[in-house]
Structure formats: structure tokens, C-alpha cells
């Protein structure tokens, strides 16, 4: 049975394995939040690339408000992967996306780190279950996967592999949202994670509209921006859709206008009753039962204070 050797609230060393624009972000996080890191790229330059993103993302991260100890001289560069981790109480890796580089690089993680710590992998979309099939102890082993910049971006996703303990599932979620993220602890893998796969449907059917000549690359950008995307920062498509509905919510929405909408490239699930049921129970945990009116009016209101902050009005 995998048992943690320190708890989420004690963790005072972070090491950070691989620094580039993702891993070099986890840095400045963990600096910003009070926590020595620890951090090694095998790349001969990137002590210096590293440093520069710390300096360049702190004055951001001093104005959204710098917990107490941080300072960037807590940042320790070093030689080897063995030293970076060796006293650390919790290991985020961040190498490029590829497998077989993941795969091997959380094997000798886990070879070196102290037992009962757990490790994290900012992987953009491979399962747990793939990259910790080479690891002495995969129990450990938990996708952290951040959105970029890691050190601006609050969302991390966490899930475990089949091998993973679902002890340590728990303990990085609830070390990651100590140390200031906004996390979601998944109920079972998925390729690519939740915001990603998102974001693909997204970008897939713009391309489509694009290669089409059905809408400019101007024109998608301005579609978004100047349309749900003013919602998005404080409502996702669940609650847009539920709003659609009026008085009479998700339900009169999914009554009226289904889910198979003629346009998109997508193919949408057949709205069965489980599904139907799924989405009703959802919402009212979403939203806290609050009426139409009240999430009417939270909306109109945030979103004045977007267009705002985006016109560079006081």
C-alpha cells in the first residue's frame, strides 16, 4: 500500500524536472508560492533561459500578490536529475511530449526520489497508465497537467494511471490547490484531459471554417473574442446552455434544442435520458440552484467588468 512520506500541507521543497516554457513556468509558481525549488534541464543553456523566465513573469507575479517567503533566490540550478530531486517533498516533470523521453525520465524520477513522494507530469495528453509502465513504483505517478503559463493559468487536471495509488490521486490534488491552483481531480483517464479536448473542438472546427473559405482567420479570432469568449472567464458552455433555456433552465433548453445542432463538423451523442438527467442534476450542483435571474444578472455584471478590463478601462 503506497502511504505518503509527507503531508500536502508540509511540503516545503519542490523539485521541477525540466525547465522550459512549461517547466520553467512551474518554477516561478513555486517561488511565488513560498516553496525552494529545485530544478535540473539536461540543456547546457538553461540555467540562464530559466532565470530569464523567472525575472520576466515575477513583477506579474508580484502584482497578483506574493506569498510569504517568496523570493527567487530560493531557486537552486543543478548539475544532475539525482541532486534536483534528492531532498524534494514533491516532483513536477516537464519534459517535451514525447513517450518514450516521458517514460523514461519518470522511471529514473522514481528511481531517485525519496520514497513516498509523489511525482507529477505536466503532460498536455498522454495517459498516466502509458508513461509509468517502466517505473519501480508507478503508485506514485500522477499526471499534474497545467495550462500555460503554469505560474498565471490557475487550472491544473489531475488523474492517475492504472497503476497509480489512489492515495496519491488525492494528495496531489490536494497539494496543488495549497499551493494556490485551481484543480480538477478527474474520475478516470482521458487522452488530451478535459480543457484540451476543448480547446481541440475549438480549433478543429475553425480550421474547417478556415480551409473552407467559410470565415478568415480575422474573423474567428473576432468571434470569439467579441462573443462567448466575454463569458467564458465566469461561465463554461453547461451554464451558457442552461441560461438559453430561460426560466425553464437546462431542461427547456435540451427540450427545445436537443444537442445535435446541424452546423458543427462534430458529431454530438445521442441525448438519451441518462444523458438528459446528467445535465439537469449538473447544472443545479454547478450553479448552486440559484434562479435564472440571479445567474442573469452575476453574468451581465461580470461581463461589463470584462469588456472593461479589455477596453483598458479603470
Known sequence: MWESS???GAVRRVACVGAGVIGGGW????????????????????EARLRRLVDTAWPTLTELGLAAGASRDRLTVTATLAEAVADAHFVQESA???????????????????????????????????????????????VGHPFNPPYLLPLVEVVGG?????GAVRWAGEFYTRAGKTVIVMDREVPGFIANRLQE???REALHMIDAGEATVDQIETAVIAGPGLRWPFQGP??????????GGMA???DHFGVDYPWTRLDAPELTDDLRTTLIEGIGETTGHRSTTELVTERDRKVIAVLRAVRGES
Open 6 to 8: 509527507v503531508e500536502p
Open 27 to 46: 518554477v516561478a509558481h513555486f517561488l511565488a508560492r513560498g516553496f525552494e525549488v529545485s530544478a535540473w534541464d539536461p540543456a547546457p543553456d538553461a
Open 96 to 142: 517535451p511530449e514525447d513517450l518514450a523521453l516521458k517514460a523514461d525520465l519518470l522511471a529514473r524520477i522514481d528511481a531517485a526520489a525519496p520514497v513516498g513522494v509523489v511525482v507529477g507530469s505536466s503532460t498536455s495528453g498522454y495517459r498516466m497508465t502509458d508513461m509509468q509502465a517502466a517505473a519501480a513504483h508507478p503508485e506514485r505517478l500522477v
Open 162 to 166: 492504472e497503476r497509480t495509488a489512489a
Open 201 to 203: 473542438a475549438l480549433w
Open 238 to 247: 453547461c451554464t451558457t446552455f442552461h441560461l438559453a433555456g430561460g426560466e
Open 252 to 254: 427547456h433548453a435540451l
